[in-house]
């Protein structure tokens, strides 16, 4: 069975997100989705359990969907799941730069390759951060948000 992880810190998960997810699903049996539950670089955080009860509430009905929790590096997390491959989005030249870097590193320490894929135009401009600040200043962000299908 071929299965992938796809990590992040999903606060919140947008449609650019769920992209990424659909395209991944058509080259591995099962998905990992992996919610970061100890990002020090992003203060302010919702919990995991909520960011995770988001993404489980989109995929309940696909079983090869799963959702857990991880702490600490990636490659650890997909040793951990019998993952092959770690899954990545890229939006442009600065996310594939910092995720090349990465893709080599966590290579190099475990042996799980990467697999880069670029966003759809209509997400290139979509981040969680931007989704974030949006909702900070009162807008309305349900059309970057993925609805249940």
């Known amino acids: 069975m071929r299965t992938g992880v796809f ?11 769920e992209a990424i997810v ?17 990002n020090v ?24 969907v799963e959702v857990k929790p991880y702490y600490g590096l990636a490659v650890e997390f997909a040793k951990s799941v019998g993952a092959q491959f770690i899954v990545k989005g890229v939006r ?8 090349r870097e990465q893709a080599d590193i966590n290579r190099q320490i475990s042996g799980i390759d990467t697999l880069l894929l670029y966003a759809e135009p209509a997400y290139q401009s ?16 349900s059309e970057f948000l993925p609805r249940k299908k």
Do not use: W
């Not at 992040?8 to 449609?15: H, L, N, V």
């Not at 670089?41 to 090869?64: F, S, T, V």
């Not at 442009?92 to 995720?99: P, R």
């Not at 979509?126 to 962000?141: P, T, W, Y």
């Open 126 to 141: 979509i981040s969680s951060s931007m989704v974030r600040e949006l909702a900070h200043f009162g807008q309305d962000i």
């Open 41 to 64: 670089h992003k203060q302010g955080m919702r919990p995991a359990e909520e960011r995770m009860q988001c993404i489980a509430d989109l995929y309940a009905d696909n079983p090869a």
């Open 92 to 99: 442009s030249v600065k996310d594939f730069e910092y995720e």
């Open 22 to 38: 659909n395209r991944a699903l058509r080259l591995f049996d099962h998905l990992v989705i992996g919610v970061v539950g100890d």
């Open 7 to 17: 990590v992040g810190s999903f606060d919140p998960f947008t449609i650019g997100h």
